[in-house]
């Protein structure tokens, strides 16, 4: 039965409410509607808004994505601030060139505070509403960075925390968390496989599952990527953005934080076309686009691109719907091109990216050389994480340092062979 809600919450968030039958909730730790089993969602007094935010009350806010805490579901004065968000925006020049692109803009997250991924902005809530709840131990199921952001975001909170990942993860990723001193559990199986146990374990033991139980507070911080592209154009929106697919939840927030702040009347409306960016072996929601498909066949992960490869994506269908109705696409690559999407934004724009990253990068170059992204489009594509944390990815594809004797003519001589090298690659690109 749909519980009451609690109308005296100060904040613009009024209740959870279910994305398929519209069923509304108290602000609680749930997230599945007891009526048709569908997501809940956050929902939110626009005219309040409206009346209470403008340009210049956002711009007096931090300089993180907390300056937009009027759009997210927290009441607290003073929520979790560990200077997450606001990240650059990069008007790209060499990738730009290189792609045939005039307005090229790159959301980079892959330096986003405190552990370099975009994970960041979503704990950050999630925590800060499990704080209110009155929750004191915090869990996740991830395929990395979210067991990095979840630790150390407890850390700063004193908060307990344990944290749920598959067990052949990046060694980037498992040091990520270590050092925050968590309880970390590796488990023998899939991100899908950890998730159901993490469902069963919140279940048991009553913690706060920040993409579980808290998952519609959760998912509410992706939204800050969207209200930061707008307010760093200049107060308007992109006309086309390429971001990566895991669960699709980043993709659908992105898409209502540009809603919102149309709604807010803080930018002008306009079509934004939505892409999406998954690996060849782990793309549920890319097939079920180009198979026209409104539901979505789970896959088991086999890519490098760990950190995207959930097999059940839980937003799936909602991203397959916002492509469609906004004229996007969802594009699928190989690891090989993954690997090579890496090497591209690294040595254009001197961003090393993540496997997450090097799949958008190269979904962006396979959009483009279809024709589907017009040159004088404004278009922006979103970096979610630092490549420090998948150093494997690369290894063996950029080459090893030349091991020279501390006199000028062992350099002379690895210098000319490094031209010599070099010439050869360029010939080899020519033909």
């Known amino acids: 039965m749909t519980q009451a809600i609690n109308t005296q919450t100060k904040a613009a968030f009024q209740a959870l409410k279910c994305k398929e039958c519209g069923a509304e909730y108290e602000l609680q730790a749930s997230h599945v509607c007891e009526l048709c089993f569908g997501p809940l969602e956050v929902a939110y007094d626009y005219s309040a808004l409206r009346r209470s935010v403008t340009r210049e009350s956002i711009q007096a806010g931090p300089n993180s994505m907390w300056r937009y805490r009027q759009f997210l579901p927290v009441n607290s004065e003073n929520p979790i601030d560990v200077g997450t968000g606001m990240t650059p925006l990069v008007r790209s020049q060499r990738l730009a060139r290189r792609l045939g692109l005039n307005k090229l803009y790159i959301k980079n997250d892959a330096v986003n505070m405190p552990t370099l991924s975009f994970k960041d902005r979503v704990v950050s809530v999630a925590l800060t509403r499990a704080r209110e709840l009155g929750f004191t131990t915090v869990s996740c199921a991830s395929t990395g960075n979210l067991a990095n952001s979840t630790a150390a975001i407890a850390a700063h909170a004193g908060l307990d925390c344990c944290v749920f990942i598959p067990a052949d993860l990046e060694a980037g990723k498992v040091l990520g968390s270590l050092i925050y001193s968590p309880t970390l559990m590796a488990v023998k199986g899939n991100y899908d496989q950890v998730n159901r146990l993490c469902s069963e374990v919140a279940n048991t033991h009553g913690w706060g599952f920040v993409n579980i139980n ?7 911080g992706s939204k800050t990527l969207g ?24 993709f659908t927030k992105i898409y209502k934080g540009f809603n919102e702040f149309v709604e807010a009347g803080l930018v002008e409306g306009k079509p934004v076309k939505f892409s999406g960016a998954q690996a060849e072996g782990c793309s549920p929601i890319a097939q079920a686009y180009k198979e026209g498909r409104d539901f979505i066949k789970p896959v088991k992960p086999n890519t490098i691109a760990k950190s995207i490869a959930i097999g059940n994506p839980a937003d799936g269908v909602y991203a397959v719907e916002i492509a469609k109705k906004t004229g996007g696409s969802i594009e699928a690559v190989t690891d090989a091109e993954i690997i090579e999407g890496i090497k591209l934004l690294a040595e254009t724009e001197g961003i090393f990216t993540e496997t997450a990253g090097g799949t958008t990068i190269a979904v962006l170059k ?5 024709g589907k992204i017009d040159p004088d489009e404004t278009t922006v594509v979103y970096i979610t994480g630092n490549g420090l944390k998948t150093q494997e990815a690369v290894h063996g594809y950029i080459g090893e340092p030349l091991t020279i004797e501390a006199k000028l003519d062992s350099f002379e001589q690895a210098l000319e062979r490094s031209r010599t090298l070099e010439r050869l690659e360029w010939q080899q690109v020519l033909v």
């Open 227 to 250: 209200f930061e592209v707008a307010e760093q154009l200049g107060w308007q929106l992109p006309d086309h953005i390429v971001a990566p697919l895991a669960s699709g939840s980043l």
């Open 366 to 370: 396979k959009l483009v050389e279809a």
């Open 214 to 220: 808290l998952r519609p507070y959760y998912s509410e």
